[in-house]
């Protein structure tokens, strides 16, 4: 009787240990929801701010330690030449974007002419297989791209204002957030108290940070490996800008919602109807490599950094992009990093 009374409490123990797990589980995905989706915008400048200064407080301290430097005069200089190293390499990518631009701009007739020529030769195909008269779908083209014209002119160009409107006050919004980000940083590092975190969140902390510079990790790896395969594929096929649209489809990989697919797969449908199959081909596999190294890598690399299965984080990466859009790249695998953190800690409590 007194062994069946033991094993009754045990099993109620270990009953109420799996529900307090279960219920602070819930509880830290509800909490986690509420302060991304409404408190975390309010003051993102601001935790930026923080985890920028913590991380040259090192350089900082080494200035006013080795060096003797003042610590307002290191703080100044290190902020200085961050943020001039960052406007310098801003500049430079948009000296070169609007540089190809108007080499672009100044064959867009050329490009033009080949597009018509190709769209032809496409039309005339399609005459051939569904026995139409000859050149039938290319006028019934011509038409419907004489309509659209008409239609961008009388409804498109006032929404595209409007939205220029809306660019402009992103704009300034997005420049009065990086003026507070960095306004904020220098405040910090120019506290003699340099504001730290209590030791009952050092744990959360730490895992976050290992979190973060886990994700710019793997999305350096993986971008680096997909620029070099797509660049070395459009070298292949005699591309001009192979160096630079590599590296523009590697970052625009990186979106999940977009892909490198949305550039790659239209640009092969075009070598394929102006007869250039082998370019075809090349754009098809270079679109599978660099689906192959994001699906197959990320999660792994990721998940290697933090103890987690990949599957876990991709579902964490694909719930984010869901819940919070872009952002949630990132906040995804930040909030399972959390529901880790709190479930090791309810694990120690529980015993």
């Known amino acids: ?26 509880l830290t995905v509800l909490a986690i929801f509420v302060v991304f989706r409404f408190f975390l915008p309010l003051v993102l400048p601001f935790v930026l701010a923080y985890f920028f200064a913590k991380m040259i407080s090192p350089v900082i301290r080494f200035l006013t330690e080795k060096w003797r430097w003042n ?13 001039a190293g960052l406007a310098a390499f801003a500049i430079y990518i948009g000296s070169m974007a609007i540089g190809q631009l108007i080499h672009l701009l100044q064959r867009f007739p050329v490009y033009e002419q080949m597009a018509g020529r190709t769209l032809e030769n496409f039309c005339c195909q399609c005459d051939r297989l569904l026995e139409f008269g000859n050149g039938t779908s290319y006028r019934f083209v011509q038409a419907q791209t004489a309509k659209l014209y008409t239609n961008i002119g009388n409804d ?3 929404k595209l204002y409007s939205c220029a409107a809306e660019v402009i006050r992103w704009a300034a919004k997005a420049g009065s957030g990086v003026f507070i980000f960095f306004l904020s940083a220098m405040l910090i590092l120019l506290d003699d108290t340099f504001p730290s975190v209590h030791k009952k969140i050092r744990p959360f902390m730490s895992r976050l940070k290992k979190a973060g510079f886990a994700y710019i990790k793997a999305q350096s790896i993986i971008i680096f490996l997909i620029a070099v395969a797509i660049s070395i594929g459009l070298f292949v096929i005699g591309n001009d800008y192979a160096i630079l649209l590599g590296v523009g489809i590697a970052v625009f990989d990186a979106f999940p919602i977009l892909g490198s697919g949305i550039i ?28 192959f190294l994001r699906e197959v890598m990320e999660p792994k690399l990721f998940g290697k950094e933090l103890g987690m299965k990949p599957l876990y984080v991709l579902i964490s990466i694909y719930v984010g992009v869901k819940l919070f859009g872009l952002g949630g790249i990132l906040l995804g695998p930040v909030a399972l990093t959390i ?13």
């Open 264 to 291: 790659l797969i239209p640009w092969a449908l075009i070598e394929v109807f102006g007869g250039n199959f082998f370019e075809a081909a090349v754009l098809v596999t270079l679109f599978a490599v660099a689906t």
């Open 339 to 351: 529901l880790k953190a709190v479930d090791d800690m309810v694990k120690e409590a529980l015993g």
């Open 1 to 26: 009787m007194a062994d069946c009374r033991a094993v009754r409490h045990f099993l109620r123990g270990e009953e109420f240990a799996v529900n307090s797990r279960y219920f602070t589980l819930g």
């Open 71 to 83: 610590r307002r005069v290191s703080a100044i200089s290190v902020v200085v030449v961050v943020v």
């Open 156 to 158: 498109l160009l006032p």
